[in-house]
């Protein structure tokens, strides 16, 4: 049986797995219920501590905090590729990617990266 080729076979399906990934994630970033979520969040305008400048803020929904835009992330509530079965399919990868505003919160940086690692510690738990 022939071998898929990707790129003329200059890619791998790594390297194929990974454009298409980015690619969708970048895509992303325009998602409207992504800035639904952002809206949503929104406190008030005050002055930014970093920058001495009256900057919008947005409410953590983890801590409780107010951050600026700069500090600020959109996070999926459920995963788009649940740690503990990994991939699936490029159609739930989509699916979860692209998701109503219902799945997705606004997160501080700090608490996105403690989500995130703890995301990636139960992946590394279910893969022993």
């Known amino acids: 049986m022939k071998r898929?080729?990707?790129?003329g076979g200059r890619?791998?399906?790594?390297?194929?797995?990974?454009?298409v990934t980015s690619t969708l994630r970048a895509g992303a970033r325009r998602w409207p219920p992504k800035y639904e979520t952002l809206k949503a969040?929104?406190?008030e305008k005050k002055i930014n501590k970093k920058s001495g400048r009256l900057a919008q803020h947005f409410l953590?929904?983890?801590c409780g905090g107010e951050f600026t835009s700069k500090d600020v992330q959109v996070d999926h509530i459920k995963p788009v590729v649940d740690p503990t079965k990994g991939f699936k399919s490029w159609d739930s990868?989509?699916?979860n990617l692209f998701c109503e505003a219902t799945n997705l919160q606004v997160l501080c940086l700090e608490?996105?990266?403690t989500k995130t690692n703890q995301e990636k510690l139960e992946k590394k738990n279910a893969n022993k």
Not at 11 to 19: K, L
């Open 11 to 19: 890619w791998t399906e790594g390297r194929f797995n990974s454009f």
């Open 93 to 95: 990868f989509v699916e």
């Open 60 to 62: 953590c929904e983890c």
């Open 111 to 113: 608490c996105h990266k």
């Open 41 to 43: 969040a929104q406190t």
């Open 4 to 7: 898929k080729e990707w790129n």
